[in-house]
């Protein structure tokens, strides 16, 4: 089965500095996606940034990146320029494809919870 | 505004009742979902709807029922069978249910068994 691990329960980093939140997962398929996902005090599920496998090219979203290591089954976040509306928790998720008898749906990590210090 | 609303917002139930949760989307997505976030946990997964009148179980589908009679609406049934219902409930949908596409969420509901 796939799981998704989140080793850090709790984050912090000071306004306009970068940190970087950890997603290793486990899966022996080769086709998959990746997703993080912001949910902050109010409790909206927000994406933040999403990878397909396939891509070796590390995806980016304005301030928030990814480093995505398929052999290492390692997905993090980067979040450059730290704001205090990025506080809240983020949550790593993974996907099949859905075919082959594939539910395709989102596996997630138990969530990093990021706090800004102004 | 395309979305998805879930209401209600706050609900409180008796032990021994069912709650029946809504979930309405507007986006004209295929698939939708029903996930459960507890404290200290990521969000489970507990039943998923492709396509209208279809859909099936997830991780944690003991206790609840759900039924998709239209594409914009898949409410979701908290039984009686259901022992420790309370929890947040979270509601999502997709343009349909494979490959990179984003599943969007509604606000959620807080229900809390009395």
């Known amino acids: 089965a796939q799981t998704v691990t989140q080793s850090q329960p709790e984050m912090s980093v000071q306004e306009a500095e970068t940190v970087t939140l950890s997603c290793t997962y486990d899966?022996?398929?080769?086709?998959?996606?990746l997703f993080w996902y912001k949910q902050p005090p109010s409790r909206q599920m927000i994406l933040v940034i999403r990878?397909?496998?396939?891509?070796?090219q590390n995806a980016t979203e304005n301030r928030f990146s990814v480093n995505f290591q398929k052999a290492a089954k390692s997905f993090s976040l980067k979040i450059s320029d730290s704001q205090l509306g990025d506080a809240a928790m983020y949550f790593c998720a993974y996907r099949l494809p859905n075919y082959g008898g594939s539910q395709g749906n989102l596996i997630f990590g138990k969530g990093t919870k990021l706090s800004v210090k102004p | 505004d395309g979305g998805i609303t879930q209401s209600p917002k706050y609900l409180f139930r008796k032990e021994g009742q069912n709650v029946t949760l809504s979930c309405e989307q507007n986006l004209n997505h295929d698939a939708m979902y029903w996930y459960r976030q507890d404290p200290g946990q990521g969000l489970r997964l507990i039943y998923y709807s492709q396509i209208v009148n279809d859909f099936q179980k997830g991780d944690i589908a003991e206790g609840y029922s759900v039924s998709r009679e239209k594409k914009e609406s898949f409410p979701l049934t908290v039984t009686s069978a259901q022992k420790n219902p309370t929890a947040f409930y979270l509601c999502a949908s997709s343009i349909e249910g494979r490959g990179n596409n984003e599943q969007f969420f509604g606000p959620g509901t807080r229900l809390t068994v009395l």
């Open positions: 990878q397909e496998a396939y891509k070796q």
């Open positions: 899966t022996s398929e080769s086709d998959y996606y």
